[in-house]
């Protein structure tokens, strides 16, 4: 039997009426969203807000339904959402027509002047769809600084404490360069943004707190402020030179300082004085092949407090490298790894530790001070005048005046609340040192012309 034309057609618009009607349901459809980032580059000097928007486009020839689109901050967030003119924080069952779109505006507010504000600010909004997830994260500035994104500096710089800076993608001093960071100043550094010396950075903190310099995460708010890891570190390149940090604070970073090579000239290639290191997830300081000259230095609680390899020539003068097991660093390395050698690779190594504290404790390291030897190059490792905690001593050095496996007996150390004072009380290392010509400490407190205290602290 035949069946006319015209009914053919007819059962055709039927089908395809009924088609477009209906709702795709796999896993494939295909769905733009026009941006994976929102990006709010005002930088706000008052209380005030502004907008972005996004589209999600349906490109199916059937109805989309979005099973959820939820602000994930909820109320809490400084961000809004509005969604085809409906404002809320999360929306459920939405439809989109064939090759049609829905408009989504976000709004941010933010008063610069509100206590512990983070210097960014950070959301996201979750598109749910036929069991897909998908995100589009909101950034924002929250207070008043200098940003920085992919900064280079290709000429000589100085930054005053005026106001604080922010560093976002990276920070790169180029060969030949210096930049300067007077006292005061604080840099709020991102999760991907490191720090990279091919030049030089001098830093030019002072004894008082409010006079040092910090180098820190961008994150100020609970919890994030205390975690470490919350931004790479700062890292010195093989043409970095006659580098000078004074009273800079360095915290949870991935790896506080990583340095490699030696020196271009003849001069220490990084100098460290009064400086503290803290909550470094990997490494305080690690470094290959490369020359450091540290004194009054507390270097604390990180995942490998100080790990030199390959060579070098070091000297640390009344420093404390203590670390304490806690919640956030599983203390399962020594705080003091020395070796002439990397890869089956030897160099030269000269190292001289100075009135020192090394300590660990609640963690799985018996020996806090390893030292390791390979080949014939030269070796010649000193620890004079210190306190450690090791159950078989070092070979290959030579050792003078140690205090060994005596608690140092700190002021004050609590984990469960993250507080930790490396002063020193009744402590074996009180009156234990040599004089090395270090007339104060890392309070700028004097100490005495005879016979000195071990590590950054002189008990007054």
């Known amino acids: 039997m035949k069946i006319p034309g015209f009914l053919i057609i007819s059962l055709l618009v039927i089908l395809f009426s009924c088609r477009k009607d209906s709702f795709i349901t796999s896993a494939e459809a295909r769905v733009t969203i026009t941006s994976d980032t929102l990006k709010y580059d005002t930088v706000f000097v008052s209380a005030g807000s502004t907008y972005r928007t996004f589209k999600i486009i349906n490109d199916n020839n059937q109805k989309l339904r979005l099973s959820s689109l939820k602000l994930m901050g909820g109320t809490t967030s400084v961000f809004k959402m509005n969604v085809d003119g409906i404002a809320g924080t999360q929306f459920n069952n939405l439809e989109i027509g064939v090759n049609d779109s829905i408009y989504v505006f976000v709004q941010v507010n933010v008063n610069p002047n509100a206590a512990n504000l983070p210097f960014v600010l950070r959301d996201s909004i979750e598109v749910q769809y036929n069991g897909n997830k998908k995100l589009v994260q909101l950034e924002a500035w929250g207070q008043n600084a200098h940003f920085f994104r992919d900064k280079v500096i290709n000429a000589n710089e100085i930054w005053n404490n005026d106001l604080p800076y922010v560093i976002l993608g990276s920070l790169f001093i180029n060969t030949n360069q210096t930049l300067t960071i007077n006292k005061g100043c604080r840099i709020y550094v991102h999760a991907d943004a490191p720090i990279v010396v091919n030049g030089t950075l001098l830093v030019n903190g002072l004894k008082d707190t409010i006079d040092r310099v ?78 450091i000259r540290a004194r009054n230095c507390l270097i604390t609680n990180c995942g490998k407090n100080l790990y030199l390899a390959k060579g070098g020539d070091y000297q640390f003068t009344h420093c404390t490298i203590a670390t304490y097991a806690s919640s956030f660093i599983e203390h399962k390395d020594p705080v003091l790894t020395l070796t002439n050698f990397a890869n089956n690779t030897s160099a030269n190594l000269t190292a001289l530790f100075r009135n020192c504290i090394f300590w660990g404790e609640n963690g799985l390291v018996d020996n806090e001070v390893v030292v390791l030897k390979n080949g014939n190059t030269t070796f010649n490792v000193n620890f004079d005048h210190n306190l450690w905690k090791v159950q078989t001593a070092p070979a290959n050095i030579t050792s003078n005046q140690i205090i060994n496996n005596q608690a140092p007996q700190f002021d004050s150390i609590n984990t469960s609340k993250n507080y930790y004072d490396f002063r020193l009380t009744t402590s074996p290392a009180i009156n234990k040192g040599v004089n090395a010509g270090v007339i104060t400490d890392l309070d700028g407190k004097p100490r005495p012309v005879g016979i000195p205290d071990l590590g950054c602290f002189e008990k007054q």
Not at 270 to 281: D, F, R, T
């Open 214 to 291: 910090y180098f820190q995460g961008d994150r100020l708010d609970e919890p994030y402020k205390d975690f470490p890891a919350s931004w790479p570190g700062i890292f010195f390149q093989a043409s970095s030179k006659d580098n000078v940090l004074t009273y800079a604070v360095i915290k949870n970073a991935f790896q506080a300082i990583g340095i490699t090579d030696p020196s271009p000239n003849a001069n220490p290639k990084l100098v460290l004085n009064e400086c503290v290191i803290n909550n470094a997830y990997d490494a305080g300081i690690i470094s290959i092949n490369s020359s």
